[in-house]
């Protein structure tokens, strides 16, 4: 692995930490919603929920 991957790898990381502590919501929701974003292509709107995946907040 490459320096660069080291940090693209870590930088992630760091944001899916982020942003599971800034919404309240499981490291693994944040993970669920990247995945359907990225793979799926759906789009969200602002503010959807996430109570019904475990989630206790908003992921945006």
Not at 34 to 51: E, F
């Amino acid at each position: 692995m490459t320096e660069q991957e080291k940090d693209d790898l870590f930088f992630v990381c760091t944001m899916i930490e982020y942003i599971s502590r800034r919404t309240k919501n499981h490291r693994h929701v944040v993970v669920d919603f990247i995945k359907i974003r990225t793979i799926c292509g759906v789009p969200m709107k602002r503010g959807a929920c996430w109570h019904d995946k475990g989630g206790h907040g908003k992921l945006f």
